[in-house]
């Protein structure tokens, strides 16, 4: 009997052993799986992974030194996202809070569909002394820990309590981390013991493995079906999500529209699939979308949603597709999201299914009264935006869409737009031109505030050659500012642009629609009747950025902010633009919402706001709809 080789190494030794040969392939093209580790150290992880990442290489497996937990999972994701889900990080973390810290990165991470590796430390499996420091204690059961925090928000979870079990448990990983429609966070929780127990490993373990991510093709019978419906439609209307972008399908994506005449809007994760000035584009949908694309969704008969979750924001809280006959057609790598608004399923690649559907539809067209129609719209839309960003004296303070208009008069189509919280993603959606198709980096699956900045670090890194601009309001910064010091650390030469308006802008506007009076959401001193509505707090967020090792350019008016825009965009370092613009309890000087959200108002109020906010709530709830 021959017996096959094998190589003695710790659990942690081997897992990284194992991550440093995983490849994904998609189109013939090969890409390092895992490209990097992300890790903070602590007694769950020092000597177990840290000792390994030390023993193997930077060469076999790049470390990442993060300041918090949370963040070095959202670098994670802004690399996966801008490597179009072919090439994730891992992030390694001691017991305890380290971990636990990685549960809203995990969430923001599977709520996209993104791809990241998660490896927590853990409590003792052979429990020596029980309790050990930062271990929870549930009297109910033995086996939990706080890791158990991470299994909701993963796709997939193990716990590695015996180093054979690490064997399918890593293979099971990759598998998910591959899966177009299954990809998310996976989480591997480590036992601190388990992590340096030696044991000896197959060296098969340790093959080159490339994992091919697939392109499933739509089946005939239901391609057939939808090739139907589309030519029946007479206001077909394609819908395009992040899954475009996933699939790399832009360019089929404009082959359809170019063939068809169907006109495309944008959900935020999708917008940048055709450019801003292709005649089909037209713009944002939904909540935060363009007047155009609302109301050529309100009056579809075909809604072909591709690649999109179909979220509250698209389908105005489910009160935006108002024809009495709107069907929807959905191409969707994921079952569950194709079955959506009882539509008729294409489960299919966004690019092969869209290659396939351009096919089966081969000479047809929309009338060109609809074309003529939407075009129109789509100029007049462009008018707005121009009127937003536009500034007729250039040394006042800026608006916030002015802001943008400075922004959109400096970048090229290398660069990239981050953002995901406040009011930037409404004004954004509606007003960005897009020129390609990852200039628009908008997390709003999650749209979880600190995101940017250690967002913009990850993209970088996928994309050296790219500038990167995080765009992030007072409150966002205040948040999870950290990040700053590895990109000085690692000379990861990202720009910020910190809006200070003294408060959460966002909510505020939302408060005060909704009855709330703005109550809570103003930086500001409490005044004599108990309210923070008095001065503005003197805070220097600039002062704060400078002191973390970044550049700071400070901008006053419209003219000064140009000219620190382009100074940041030509510098060789992190640099950050700060500006000030409108206070929180003031517009932003963005088009009003196009389309309504479904926010609940107190049903019985004393205040007369709140008796106001609720009738219109009321009025516009009766809106809603099931479709089915």
């Known amino acids: 009997m021959t017996t096959r080789p094998t190589r003695r190494l710790t659990v942690a030794q081997a897992l990284v052993e194992f991550l440093s040969r995983q490849y994904a392939e998609r189109d013939g093209r090969r890409h390092r799986l895992i490209g990097a580790c992300w890790g903070i ?54 017991i305890g809070p380290g971990a636990t810290n990685l549960v809203t990165g995990a969430a923001l991470a599977t709520v996209n569909r993104l791809p990241v590796l998660l490896l927590p430390g853990d409590v003792f499996a052979t429990r020596p002394a029980d309790p050990v420091l930062q271990q929870l204690e549930a009297p109910y059961a033995g086996d939990i820990s706080v890791n158990d925090c991470l299994r909701p928000v993963s796709t997939y979870f193990d716990r590695i309590v015996r180093p054979e079990s690490l064997i399918p448990a890593a293979l099971q990983a990759m598998r998910v981390l591959t899966d177009p429609a299954d990809t998310g966070a996976v989480t591997l929780a480590l036992p601190q013991d388990v992590q340096a127990e030696a044991f000896d490993w197959p060296e098969d373990f340790f093959a080159e493995r490339i994992w091919h991510v697939r392109r499933p093709a739509p089946d005939p019978d239901a391609l057939a079906e939808a090739a139907g419906a589309v030519r029946a439609a007479a206001r077909p209307l394609i819908i395009a999500g992040g899954g475009i972008h996933h699939s790399e399908a832009e360019d089929a994506l404009k082959a359809l529209a170019d063939a068809t005449g169907i006109p495309v809007a944008s959900t935020q994760a999708g917008k940048g699939s055709l450019r801003h000035d292709h005649t089909a584009d037209v713009g944002g949908i939904g909540h935060t979308g363009t007047a155009v694309a609302d109301d050529l969704a309100r009056a579809a008969d075909l809604v072909i949603g591709v690649g999109t979750r179909y979220t509250d924001f698209t389908t105005a809280s489910g009160t935006l597709f108002a024809n009495p006959a709107v069907r929807f057609l959905n191409l969707n790598v994921t079952p569950f999201d194709a079955h959506k608004m009882a539509g008729l399923a294409l489960v299919a690649d966004a690019r092969a299914g869209l290659e396939a559907l351009a096919g089966a539809l081969s000479g047809h067209r929309v009338d060109q009264l609809y074309e003529i129609e ?161 001065d503005p707090l003197p805070v220097d967020l600039a002062a704060n950025a400078a002191s973390l090792g970044m550049a700071v350019l400070r901008a006053k008016t419209v003219r000064e902010l140009r000219e620190a825009l382009a100074a940041a965009r030509a510098s060789d370092r992190p640099t950050c633009v700060y500006v000030e613009t409108e206070t929180a309890d003031t517009v932003s000087g963005a088009p009003a919402a196009q389309a309504w959200w479904d926010v609940p108002v107190a049903e019985t109020a004393t205040r007369p706001a709140a008796v106001k906010a609720r009738e219109e709530y009321d009025r516009r709830a009766a809106g809603r709809r099931r479709h089915l």
């Open 41 to 94: 150290f602590g007694h769950g992880n020092v000597a177990g992974l840290g000792q390994a990442l030390l023993e193997t290489g930077g060469e076999r497996m790049p470390y990442l030194q993060g300041r918090n937990e949370q963040a070095m999972v959202h670098a994670a994701v802004g690399y996966a996202r801008q490597s179009n889900r072919l090439s994730a990080h891992a992030v390694t973390t001691s």
């Open 374 to 534: 939407y075009r129109a719209g789509k100029e007049r839309w462009e008018q707005e935006v121009d009127r937003a960003y536009g500034a007729a004296d250039e040394t006042v303070r800026p608006s916030q869409t002015q802001l943008l208009g400075a922004l959109d008069a400096v970048v090229g189509d290398a660069d990239v737009v981050i953002n995901a919280a406040g009011s930037l993603p409404g004004d954004l959606h509606k007003l960005w031109r897009a020129r390609s198709p990852r200039q628009y980096h908008l997390e709003y699956g999650y749209s979880c505030m600190g995101y940017e900045i250690p967002a913009a670090i990850g993209v970088r890194l996928a994309a050296p050659d790219r500038p990167v601009w995080a765009l992030v309001g007072d409150g966002t910064y205040l948040m999870m500012p950290t990040e700053i010091v590895t990109a000085v650390q690692e000379g990861i030469n990202i720009n910020l642009v910190l809006v200070q308006n003294h408060g959460y802008a966002s909510i505020g506007g939302l408060s005060e629609a909704t009855g709330g009076e703005r109550f809570g959401t103003a930086y500001r001193f409490r005044a004599d009747d108990g309210t923070y509505t008095g």
